[in-house]
């Protein structure tokens, strides 16, 4: 419509065409109201029954809520609309009717289950506070890239489409590849370090990842997009700074251009960045934190991973986000390198908020005897891998990286209950439609 003028630049005076959503009818008898949404906000058009035609008044009332409509008219003050300004019609036209009867209610006045809202993502969408959501989301991905490229990082696409899972294991999802079996991608881990050994150097990717796991829980998803970083020449420490740095920014601009967005999530009073550098805790440390709380039934010992309510509990005492650093060698994925003068302790370390684990990463293993040792620990055949190793033999630089949940990274932000209210069309267990 290269005419439409949209709700919220409508100024008295002007004669506009308007067109969006039936949000609201109200019929007060001699004169009746119609409240259009678009994607600016809401303006309101008036019916004065007496004086206008029988046919424009029977098209503007009898709209359903949520029929696309486009009206023409001239706009006028008035100070008790919504946004002060009111459009008098001279025509309407219904674009697309809606049924009467609505899966859920677009206004918000009743709530819906979460599975009602993702059954009707459209839906569901010009709900303000699920609108809300995505610009957050696209506002936190403008940021990291603009971050990692501040870090002389370049964007790379690897592929999703795999010979080999990253860490092994049965959390993969298979499939026919013209014959020949093959996995989508758990990670780009493996991809984005042989970039990081060419000339590019500092590398990270924003994309898809893929996991079989069998959780269902309000944190877990089968597909989820990675925000990945590998730098040559970088150690663990290098990479930490690194990742502090993109979780920053993203916050730092969401603070300053997401302000309408926090207002119909109920944060902006009291969304805050998150004050840098975030305290770096040992693993021994972490356990011995979590056994001084209280918070567990049975101690924790050294091998133990974290369990949910261990991590809440730490992150109740820290009271932010926390990097736990020097995990035991032997629950870390077999590209994290080990310590040199402890083979017992890795480099591996997490990024936590006080909800949950956000990032996982670790200097690399460079040396391709060692992490040819680091397979067979493990229980995995090199020769599976051998695209991968192969390119070690050519001059593998120290590297350190990491990956960082996005919808972690957003439902923690934002406080949503459920992961999958970060994602437009989530993927779990139960969900492949839409």
């Not at 959501?133 to 592929?159: G, K, Q």
């Not at 209950?417 to 492949?432: G, H, S, T, W, Y």
């Amino acid at each position: 419509m290269d005419e439409r003028t949209y709700a919220a630049e409508a100024a008295p005076g002007e004669e506009v065409t308007v067109a969006g959503w039936v949000h609201e009818l109200r019929d007060l008898g001699g004169i009746a109201f119609l409240i259009l949404r678009d994607t600016s906000g809401r303006i309101q058009v008036k019916f004065e029954k007496e004086a206008m035609a029988d046919d424009l008044v029977e098209t503007g009332l009898g709209a359903h809520r949520e029929s696309v409509v486009a009206v023409t008219g001239a706009v006028e003050a008035e100070e008790r609309a919504p946004t002060g300004v009111e459009v008098v019609p001279e025509s309407v036209e219904v674009l697309a009717p809606a049924d009467t009867e609505l899966p859920l209610d677009p206004s918000g006045k009743v709530e819906a289950e979460l599975s009602t809202r993702l059954d009707n993502r459209t839906l569901d969408l010009r709900r303000a506070e699920g609108q809300a959501v995505f610009e957050v989301r696209a506002e936190v991905l403008r940021a990291v890239r603009a971050a990692f490229r501040a870090h002389d990082a370049t964007e790379i696409n690897t592929p999703k489409i795999v010979a080999t899972g990253t860490e092994g294991g049965t959390e993969l999802f298979p499939i026919t590849y013209f014959g020949r079996e093959a996995f989508m991608n758990q990670s780009p881990q493996l991809f984005k370090q042989l970039v990081a050994g060419s000339n590019v150097e500092r590398v990270f990717e924003i994309g898809p990842i893929f996991r079989a796991e069998e959780h269902n829980t309000p944190r877990h998803l089968n597909e989820a997009t990675s925000i990945d970083f590998e730098g040559a020449f970088c150690d663990h420490h290098d990479a930490m700074d690194v990742c502090e740095a993109v979780v920053v920014a993203a916050y730092e601009a969401v603070a300053e251009n997401c302000r309408d967005q926090l207002e119909a999530l109920d944060l902006a009073e009291e969304f805050e960045p998150p004050e840098p550098p975030f305290p770096r805790f040992t693993y021994e440390d972490a356990i011995d934190r979590v056994n001084a709380t209280g918070a567990l039934d049975e101690q924790l010992v050294w091998g133990d991973d974290l369990p949910t309510e261990g991590e809440r509990a730490l992150g109740r005492d820290v009271g932010g986000h926390y990097f736990v650093t020097d995990w035991p060698a032997e629950i870390k994925p077999f590209y994290i390198m080990d310590h040199d003068d402890d083979p017992d302790l890795s480099t591996g370390f997490d990024l936590m908020h006080p909800r949950m684990e956000l990032v996982s990463g670790g200097q690399r293993e460079h040396r391709r005897e060692r992490l040819i040792e680091g397979f067979e620990r493990q229980g995995l055949e090199p020769e599976a891998f051998e695209y991968y190793t192969e390119m070690f033999r050519y001059g593998m630089p120290p590297h350190a990286g990491w990956g960082l949940g996005g919808e972690r990274l957003l439902m923690t932000m934002l406080e949503l209950d459920n992961i999958r209210e970060a994602v437009l069309f989530p993927r779990d267990r139960q969900r492949l439609s839409p």
